[in-house]
Every structure is written in C-alpha cells, then in structure tokens.
C-alpha cells in the first residue's frame, strides 16, 4: 500500500501567511503601523510598553496584543496605562503568536482609533522567528543581563528584526557587558539592523525610541490605504 506524507507543517505556515497578508492589509488601510516585539523572557518588552504608553499616550493612539503561555499578567500590567484595548493572548503552552490569533485580535479593535499596534509575542528566541503575524517590522529586545553573545546563538531572529532594542542600559555599571560588541556581533548576523539603548527604569535613550514611534505613526497615517511591500526603514538611534 502507497504511503501518502502530508506536509503539515507547510500547510499550516502557508495558511498563517495568507492570514498574515490579510492582517497586513487591513492595517494599511486604516492606516495602523504593527510592530512586532520579540525576545527571550525578561528581557523588558512589558515594562517599555509601560513606559511607552505613559510617556507617549497622550500623542499617539496605541494598542497592545499581549501573548503569554500561561497568564494575562503583563497584558493586565499594561491595561493600567492605557483606555485604549490590551487584548490578552494566552496560547496555552504555545511558543508563539500566529497570524490567526492577531487577526482575531483584530475583531475587537477599533482601528480607526488606532495608528499604533504593539503585538508582544510570547518570550522566546526561537519560535516566533518564523511566525508573520501581518506587522509591519520585528523588533528584537535584548537586555544588558543576557551576554553579548546573543545574536549569535539565536541568528535567525536577529536576521528577521528589522530594529532592535538594547535595554536595562542602567544596570551597565553593574554587570560585565561590552555594549559595542553586542552590537557588532547583532550587525554580524543583521549588517542592516538599527538598534536603540534603553533603560526604561531611568528613562536613558527613550527619546529616541519615541521619536522612531512618532515618525512611523506618521508615517501610516500618511500612507493610508497603501498595499505595497513593508516600507523603508527608519533610521534608529545607533
């Protein structure tokens, strides 16, 4: 008897795809800007999203998808900072977000109100990698306490970031890490990733993180109804 293989895995990526497009365009057409954050557990995406919100709420309309494995803790975190959604995500022991999970987040949004949407995919370096969930960039976070080393042991996540986001810059004083060569070793994997250093206990370096949030805010609202590939890039602080 012949053995059929069914290839489930490029079944399922090929149907996260077409749902990711759709995602995608609908955000272009009410002109919301999606950024993707990703990064290994406690590296600081709920706590800049707190920082984010309050310091940048009154200027620009934000809202945030939170994905956690288990909780709805940082999404409940974030709701604090913000009267506009926090839609929590709990995949249930799930590595990653997937498009149908944002695009469902997406049903109850009202993006006309929105120019910003921050999706905070669950704490991992590896699984959400692959995974388009219809944003317009991934930003990468990796924190001072990790090693400079990261990019090289998780390459592939690097290579997919279009910016990334070096935090907990306060605690340099405090630890042996050489911020010049975490960079160079990010830009040996990515030559054309832009960082940002960031501390959002003190407050270091968020000038520049906003001014970045502001331009590609601006930017969409400009480019409303646009179907055309992920726009140019803005150029970062670093």
């Known amino acids: 008897m012949a053995v059929r293989r069914i290839e489930v895995r490029e079944r399922v990526m090929e149907r996260n795809d077409a749902l990711a497009r759709d995602v995608r365009s609908s955000l272009r057409r009410h002109g919301v800007t999606a950024l993707n954050l990703v990064s290994s557990p406690g590296s600081g995406k709920t706590l800049l999203l707190e920082r984010t919100l309050r310091d940048l709420g009154d200027e620009v309309r934000m809202a945030v998808v939170t994905g956690d494995v288990q909780t709805q803790n940082d999404a409940d975190r974030i709701a604090r900072w913000t009267d506009d959604l926090v ?18 987040a997406l049903e109850v949004l009202d993006l006309d109100r929105i120019e910003l949407l921050f999706i905070e ?8 990698a692959g995974w388009d969930l219809g944003e317009e960039a991934k930003v990468v976070l990796f924190s001072v306490t990790e090693g400079e080393d990261k990019p090289l042991k998780y390459p592939k996540m690097f290579q997919q970031a279009r910016y990334g986001v070096l935090t907990k810059t306060d605690l340099l004083p405090h630890v042996p890490f050489d911020v010049e060569r975490a960079v160079a070793f990010a830009r040996e994997v990515n030559p054309d990733l832009e960082f940002f250093r960031t501390s959002s206990t003190t407050g270091d370096g968020l000038a520049g993180w906003y001014d970045f949030l502001r331009t590609v805010a601006g930017r969409a609202r400009a480019t409303t109804g646009a179907e055309s590939e992920p726009s140019g890039r803005v150029t970062a602080g670093t």
Do not use: E, F, I
């Open 121 to 128: 995919n669950v704490g991992n370096l590896v699984c959400p």
């Open 87 to 104: 839609q929590a995500v709990v995949t249930g022991g799930a590595c990653h977000l997937d498009a149908r999970q944002v695009s469902n």
